[in-house]
């Protein structure tokens, strides 16, 4: 059992990862996590990532409900799991709903809610999601199944698409591997798909209620109960090879340098601006290229905040991003002049500006009217004028789904930027950690709309959400909980949260991004905890800085779901490697082979920063440990 020392150490919290069930039935096999299934198998092929009855409030935060009178039946050829569980609200709306859960080893899957609202029960979607996975299936057939009964023949999206790839769904049937047809029928309402990789989730979501409905709704009390249900039915003609878990050590191996590694930067609200000065070394110690200073007058900030900034500029000798949120009240060309005076009284020196209108940091969902707002290139053009001979940046300071859904004229701009954020669906540890897999689908997808040699910058990025597009506030997590949009997450204090970092580093380096913005210095999402410790994130933030510029030096990992590793080359013949154990698991490497030479390691795991040694051949990480190699 993980000792509470050991569950600080990994995840910055004392409470423990919901452990699974590993419910099995044959060839079929499924995790009961919170009621819920999740890695859903057959032979060992991924076949779902969960089904699970997801409850949602007015701000699209998610309920954890109490379950209650669980119940688990297991034979060899078949599993049973029945439970209640119940929902409340802080206002005191209830509801309660019972679930039928059963397994066979013939490959059929059913799993049944009957819900009943206790009251008046607001909500703004209430039933079942399924999630496909994506690595594999994107870009592949798919049979379609809707509610009148017709049948049609489509493809899973390979490029991020912005609005429902399928509506109106009662089945999906998809090729699950050599010879395995998975069909997955929803029943009890009328569901659609999403593509979730736009917010960094790794799967298509079906889900029910269709977006173009209103939301909030409300579940009455006197109304009659609403069964939902979802089954799974998988087709094996020829017999199925099992795959078996792989005890080999993960094997790395490098490619030829390409491109520049990313600058790396971090943001600067004016509330941290006095707590930054004070960590000025801190500061220094990182040495990042760029500071994206948060400016945003809808929220009250004018001349004080930008004085703040100039101060913080004159201790950093980077570059420094004016983040602009336009409240778009009067003229564009009339508020961005203004701004520009305000910036030219503080005495804040800037290389850039990114401008944003304030409406579009909200979600405008496919389908509901688009608020009233400038045209984008009125706005760019005003920021030209007001910023001569400023680098002018475009996209959106929200996630990749609003950029892909309001696409700029990037022609008007000279780089695009937007953020990304793990736990808008979901906070379990290996959803965040999933969501590592769907990076390259942004990153690819945004070269599609901005064009190829267009820079392109991304963050700022943490695991915790410092700004909530789809209601009206971040999700306060005192408790240090895994939350999803929570305004914090404990996991970045933790080793969890730099090796996470370390695998978001590699694929933005992959993409060959300009820029990666990290998190504060300070505050809730910073690299330093509020009695000034350094937090593990903080090493690799300094590592990721001194490699900016180096040349990138692709490293394949043959298991990127357990260990991803980059490489920057600073000379020829000079390679610093950086590894991260994603899993809270041991994990053996097969370190990549060079000319005769052992690499200089420098170790982040439970025992601190270790000291550097020497290695060649293997090198074992523990659970969410870093590794910096070197080979001078």
């Known amino acids: 059992m993980t000792t509470p020392a050991a569950l600080l150490a990994y995840y910055g919290t004392d409470e423990p990862p919901a452990e699974p069930r590993l419910l099995a039935a044959g060839l079929l096999s499924?995790?009961?996590?919170?009621?819920?299934?999740?890695?859903?198998?057959y032979g060992g092929r991924e076949i779902l990532r969960a089904i699970a009855y997801v409850v949602r409030d007015e701000d699209w935060g998610t309920y954890r409900p109490v379950?209650?009178?669980?119940?688990?039946?297991?034979?060899p050829d078949a599993f049973a799991v029945r439970y209640r569980a119940r929902c409340e609200s802080p206002s005191g709306a209830r509801l309660s709903y019972r679930t039928s859960i059963a397994g066979r080893a013939d490959g059929s899957l059913v799993f049944e809610v009957e819900a009943t609202p206790l009251t008046d029960f607001p909500t703004n979607r209430c039933g079942f999601t399924v999630l496909h996975p994506i690595v594999g299936l994107a870009g592949t057939p798919v049979a379609v199944e809707h509610v009148d009964g017709t049948v049609t023949d489509g493809m899973l999206p390979d490029l991020i698409d912005p609005a429902q790839p399928f509506k109106e769904i009662r089945a999906i049937t998809h090729q699950a591997g050599t010879g395995l047809t998975a069909t997955c029928r929803m029943e009890g309402d009328v569901f659609e798909m999403e593509d979730q990789r736009n917010w960094s989730d790794a799967s298509y979501k079906t889900y029910v209620r269709p977006l173009a409905l209103p939301w909030p709704y409300v579940l009455p009390a006197a109304g009659v109960a609403e069964t939902q249900r979802v089954s799974l039915e998988i087709a094996a003609p020829a017999p199925v090879e099992v795959r078996r878990?792989?005890?080999?050590?993960?094997?790395?191996?490098?490619?030829?340098?390409?491109?520049a590694m990313p600058c790396i930067g971090l943001v600067l609200t004016p509330e941290e601006t006095a707590p930054t000065l004070a960590a000025s070394e801190h500061l220094?110690?990182?040495?990042?290229?760029?500071?994206?200073?948060?400016?945003?007058?809808?929220?009250?900030h004018g001349a004080a905040a930008l004085a703040g900034f100039a101060a913080v500029a004159q201790a950093h000798a980077g570059e420094i991003v004016l983040e602009c949120v336009l409240p778009c009240r009067m003229a564009p060309a009339e508020e961005l002049a203004n701004i520009a005076a305000l910036v030219d009284t503080a005495g804040l020196r800037l290389d850039a500006i990114?401008?944003?209108?304030?409406?579009?940091?909200?979600?405008?969902?496919?389908?509901?009217?688009?608020p009233a707002c400038p045209p984008l290139a009125e706005i760019y053009q005003a920021a030209r004028a007001a910023f001569p001979g400023l680098r002018l940046g475009g996209g959106t300071f929200a996630y990749f789904t609003e950029l892909n859904r309001k696409?700029?004229?990037?022609?008007?701009?000279?780089?695009?930027t937007?953020?990304?954020?793990?736990?808008?669906?979901?906070?379990?540890?290996?959803?965040?950690?999933?969501?590592?897999?769907?990076?390259?689908?942004i990153t690819r997808s945004v070269r599609a709309i901005a064009g190829a040699g267009k820079p392109y910058r991304v963050g700022p990025s943490t695991i915790a959400m410092r700004h909530?597009?789809?209601?009206?506030?971040?999700?306060?997590?005192?408790?240090?909980?895994?939350?999803?949009?929570?305004?914090?997450?404990?996991?970045?204090s933790g080793l969890f949260g730099a090796a996470w970092l370390v695998g978001y580093a590699a694929r933005m380096a992959a993409a060959g991004v300009e820029a990666l913005t990290l998190g504060s210095l300070t505050g809730p999402r910073g690299l330093l905890q509020g009695d000034g410790n350094v937090v593990p994130a903080f090493h690799v933030a300094r590592d990721l800085a001194s490699l900016a510029s180096c040349r990138y030096v692709p490293c394949r990992s043959d298991r990127e779901d357990e260990v991803l590793a980059f490489a920057a080359r600073s000379a020829p013949g000079e390679t610093t490697l950086l590894i991260a154990n994603l899993t809270a698991a041991q994990r053996r490497i097969e370190l990549p082979a060079t000319v005769d030479r052992p690499w200089t390691v420098a170790m982040l795991d439970e025992t601190g920063s270790t000291p550097t040694t020497s290695s060649t051949g293997t090198l074992v990480l523990k659970p969410f440990a870093v590794a910096r190699l070197d080979q001078p």
Request: proline share 12%.
């Open 30 to 41: 499924a995790k009961l996590i919170d009621g819920n299934l999740r890695d859903i198998r």
């Open 67 to 75: 379950i209650e009178a669980l119940e688990i039946d297991e034979r």
């Open 245 to 259: 878990s792989d005890e080999r050590p993960v094997a790395l191996s490098l490619g030829a340098p390409e491109g």
């Open 284 to 300: 220094a110690a990182i040495a990042p290229q760029t500071l994206l200073c948060h400016f945003d007058p809808t929220a009250g």
């Open 354 to 370: 990114a401008v944003s209108p304030a409406v579009d940091r909200q979600s405008t969902p496919p389908g509901s009217r688009w």
């Open 407 to 416: 696409r700029p004229p990037v022609e008007l701009v000279d780089f695009v």
């Open 418 to 441: 937007h953020c990304t954020c793990p736990i808008v669906h979901a906070a379990d540890d290996e959803s965040v950690m999933q969501s590592l897999e769907a990076l390259p689908f």
């Open 468 to 492: 909530n597009p789809y209601g009206s506030r971040t999700m306060p997590n005192p408790d240090r909980r895994r939350v999803a949009m929570a305004d914090a997450d404990p996991r970045q």
